[in-house]
């Protein structure tokens, strides 16, 4: 069973930081892209930062300069360091990783995270 368990969310004024961590643990083979999505009420979930396991990143221009998205050595373990937080920020944060859960299945699944709340405001 795989599970990715995220912390760090909270409130935090205009302006400030958070970082955000997301660790998948359980029994699988690799895990190749994670990533950082978010979703607002009443809107679509949308992409905030990737990262593929050869540390590639990508990020939307609506984060680009004020998000950081990187990984730890072991690279199961996936971080965002939000900077310059706009109260536009405010959302439920889910992580994301594509996983391959045997090496004799040649397939990544996706798997996501229970969320964790961004909420920006004075």
């Known amino acids: 069973q795989v599970q990715l368990v995220e912390s760090g969310g909270g409130l935090v004024q205009p302006g400030g930081s958070l970082r955000l961590s997301c660790t998948a643990s359980?029994?699988?083979?690799?895990?190749?892209?994670m990533g950082w999505y978010r979703q607002a009420p009443g809107k679509q979930r949308e992409s905030v930062a990737s990262?593929?396991?050869?540390?590639?990143?990508n990020y939307p221009d609506s984060v680009k300069g004020r998000f950081t998205i990187s990984r730890d050595n072991a690279g199961n373990t996936v971080f965002l360091q939000m900077n310059g937080l706009k109260p536009e920020d405010t959302a439920v944060y889910y992580c994301?990783?594509?996983?391959?859960?045997?090496?004799?299945?040649?397939?990544?699944?996706?798997?996501w995270g229970q969320g964790t709340q961004v909420t920006v405001s004075s």
């Open positions: 994301n990783a594509n996983i391959r859960p045997k090496a004799a299945v040649i397939l990544d699944y996706p798997y």
């Open positions: 359980g029994t699988f083979f690799s895990i190749s892209a």
């Open positions: 990262i593929t396991n050869g540390g590639i990143t």
